[in-house]
């Protein structure tokens, strides 16, 4: 696998959101979009931590 430097586009976040609900694992997610298994956990890791707003209350709670 070749290294980059550059950023995940917001094509393969949403490539890995989408293959990570189909439980790819990180390893088979990289080879896919030949991206580091490592970017790949970083980045499941970063979105497993963004906290969701509710759409219900509009983020109030009650």
């Known amino acids: 696998m070749g290294t980059r430097t550059n950023q995940l586009t917001l094509k393969e976040r949403y490539q890995i959101e989408a293959l990570h609900g189909q439980n790819y694992s990180a390893r088979a997610i ?13 980045e499941l890791d970063r979105v497993s931590r963004v906290p969701t707003v509710s759409h219900c209350n509009g983020g109030r709670s009650a």
Request: zero cysteines; hydrophobic letters at 25%; aromatic letters at 0%.
């Open 30 to 42: 990289a080879q896919r979009l030949h991206r580091s298994n490592k970017t790949i956990s970083r």
